[in-house]
Structures are given as C-alpha cells and as structure tokens.
C-alpha cells in the first residue's frame, strides 16, 4: 500500500525541534507581555470577502496564493487565513473591544499561502502577529520596532538590519500612484510581466520587486516621500526621532513598502543575515483605514508579523541556542517500576521537569535513552537504591561523581544546580 506523505510545503515538527520552537515561543511570550500586549486568538478560516477587503483584491496574495474553498453545507465562501491582522481587527470589531478604549493584543498560528515552497517561505508557515488598536501616535509604532528589537537581543539574534519608510496617506499615495504610472508607462518596455500587470492595479508592488534586472527602474522612478504630506512627515520624524533615542540603528528605505493595501504611514522590515540566506524575518507597519474599512467605527491601527520558520533558521545557525531540557531521566530496574513513577511524581510536585524512561530494557539502554533525551542528570533506581530508601544521581552534562541522595536531597541538588 502506498504511503501518504505531508503535503508540499506543509512539514512535521519533530520531538527533537520542539525544544527550540519551545524556547522560542516563551521568549516571545514574556518580551510581549512585558510592553503590556495580551494574547487573542481567532479562527483559523474566515470569510473569504475579509481578506479580499482587507488585504486587496488586486494583490497577489488574493489573486493567487489563498487556500480558498466553499462550504458545502451553505455554499459559504472559506479561505484558510493566509495573514493575522484581518481576524484580529474583524474580532476587536465583532465584540466591540475598542468601547472601553485602545487595545494592545498579540496571537500566533498557522497562516496559509499557495507558493513555491522555498527556503523560509512555505505554504503553512507559522507567524507571531502584534497589533495595537486605537493609538494614533508615533509612540506605538516606534514601540513596536524596539519591542521587536529587544526580542533580537533575547534570542541573542545580533545580524539583523531594521529597514523603515513612511507611504503616507490616500491622498499622498493617490497623486504618487499617478506619477508611478505615468513613468512606468514611459518605461513600459523595459518592465517585467509582474510589473506590467501590476501598472494600472497595484503599481507600488513594482518598487519592491525582487528582479534584479528591473533595478535602474526603479531606482529612477518617483519616491513616495516626495509626495508626503505634513502631517505624515511630522508622523514619521516622531518614529524616527523615538528610534534614535532609543539607541536603534536603521535605514531610511524610500523603495520599502508593504504587500497588502491596508497600510498607510509607517512601514517597517527588519531583515536578518544567515550563514547562506537574507530574508525578511519580521514586518509591518501602520494601518489606520484598516478598521473603517471592515465595518468598524474609524480607529487608528498599528501592527507587525514576525516569520517564526525564519527566525528558527537564525536561531539554528547560533553555537548554543538556550533550549529547555529535562532536568532529569528516571530510570530504573523493570521491578521497580511503582518507585519510579512515584519518585517522577514527587519531583514534578517539586517543579522539575522530569522525563520517565518506559518501555523496559538494561540499564544501559536506558542510559543511552537518558543521554539522547538532553537531561542534565539521570536518577536510578536500582535494587539497592530502593532497598536503602535512596536514589542514585548522576550528573549528565557537566561530569561529577554519582551520589546517593535521599528524595529531599535529590531535590534540593537538583534545584542548585539548576540555579547555578
């Protein structure tokens, strides 16, 4: 019988990446919760109509990459959300989250696209996604980039260069659209075939195109920031100013713009440097129409998406990513198997993270299990052991002699060395 295999570009997360995954998502957690955001979680199908009136319904994304179907007991129009900020503003306005005043919240999942799997870029791909609702000022835009920032430096990620740029508002993006086209229509044979079924649609894609060969058109095309108005220069010189202050470098990027139609003002990227590979790893940037736009009482919006499959790449090129590890491998002869699930039990109830050996075999086999297992110390228990009431404990990692421990002491010396 044939074997079914995941679907291409859809992978397994295996026992021995979960630590890192683990490490990464409690990093994000406590640096999140430190700016005061709060978890929110929303489904992960919605509404077809949603993305098409959130994101735009000329962007690739909407054109060709959504997984898209219709229920088939009410004919409904699903798709599998290829992005976060849409169910999130959808649900702050389905439940009137704003009446009490702004909202900072934050959510983490599964998101979906139809690409080409490549490296970092796959078609269920998993983002961390932060949005702040209801603030108007630049204050929460910078906060979130030394938010971001302050992750990197967690991580212990240090190759990463922050890009930001301002794309105004309707107005100012309207009269530089109109500039934009006029020029690429001057250029028109110089243009590729995104570019030119772009140019009456979304033409502001093109200056952030990835073809090389387009590189002196754009760079000779109108910038946005010629076009700005007063009120968005003033905007974008209190994110900056805030930036500085905070001692983050970054570059002022002209050509950088967003994907999705929703934003307006503030654009950022932060991009980081693997051993083989520069990719985008976090992104995002102002959307004040955004809520209007599904329905809602008008309310400023501010958020970003950080890539989780490409920050574990960077995360796996460091020489010791901290990962969680059992503190100890209980292991044990078969006779004394009760022991050893009660000994696992008490040193759980003690707030250590044990991992209990099963499936029998010698003490040397399990030995190995306990080595393979990452533990920093095995406890055995043995014929003697039990007899004299005690546990044997041996230092996995950092060598030492094997001790006799009462439970209370193996606790206790579990727990300074922990410390240590």
Not at 357 to 380: C, L, T
Request: net charge negative.
């Amino acid at each position: 019988m044939q074997k079914i295999q995941a679907i291409r570009g859809m992978n397994d997360l295996l026992p021995d990446a979960s630590p890192l995954w683990q490490y990464f998502e409690d990093t994000v957690r406590e640096v999140f919760e430190q700016y005061g955001y709060r978890l929110m979680r929303t489904p992960i199908v919605e509404a077809t109509p949603l993305f098409a009136r959130a994101i735009g319904e000329v962007t690739d994304i909407v054109e060709k990459e959504m997984y898209s179907f219709v229920d088939g007991m009410n004919g409904e129009k699903l798709t599998l959300r290829p992005e976060a900020t849409a169910g999130l503003v959808r649900a702050v306005i389905e439940h009137n989250l704003l009446y009490n005043g702004p909202q900072r919240v934050w959510t983490w999942g599964a998101m979906f696209r139809h690409e080409r799997p490549q490296k970092g870029r796959y078609r269920q791909f998993h983002q961390f996604d932060v949005e702040a609702l209801g603030f108007p000022g630049p204050d929460v835009d910078a906060e979130q980039i030394v938010m971001l920032a302050r992750l990197w430096k967690r991580l212990g990620i240090e190759n990463v260069t922050l890009h930001v740029n301002s794309i105004g508002d309707v107005a100012s993006r309207a009269a530089h659209r109109e500039a934009l086209v006029k020029y690429f229509e001057s250029r028109i044979d110089e243009l590729d075939e995104d570019a030119k079924r772009r140019l009456h649609t979304n033409p502001l894609r093109t200056l952030d195109t990835k073809n090389p060969a387009m590189g002196a058109v754009i760079e000779a095309a109108p910038a946005l920031k010629d076009f700005l108005d007063d009120a968005a220069r003033e905007h974008f010189a209190g994110v900056t100013s805030r930036l500085a202050a905070s001692g983050i470098e970054f570059v002022e990027n002209p050509r950088l713009v967003r994907g999705f139609d929703y934003y307006n003002r503030t654009v950022f990227e932060f991009i980081g440097k693997g051993k083989d590979f520069e990719l985008a790893i976090a992104g995002g940037g102002r959307y004040d129409g955004l809520i209007e736009q599904l329905g809602g009482k008008p309310a400023p919006g501010c958020g970003f998406g950080i890539g989780a499959e490409r920050v574990l790449m960077l995360l796996g090129e460091l020489p010791a990513a901290s990962v969680d590890v059992p503190d100890a491998y209980v292991l044990f002869q078969e006779p004394f198997s009760a022991q050893a699930w009660r000994v696992a039990e008490s040193l759980r109830d003690a707030g250590l993270a044990i991992t209990l050996h099963a499936g029998g075999g010698s003490f040397k086999s399990q030995m190995k299990k306990a080595d393979v297992s990452g533990a920093r110390f095995a406890i055995i228990l043995g014929e003697s052991e039990v007899a004299a009431g005690l546990l044997a404990v041996k230092h996995l990692r950092g060598g030492g002699e094997q001790q006799s421990l009462t439970l209370q002491q193996s606790i206790e010396h579990l727990w300074a060395e922990a410390v240590d």
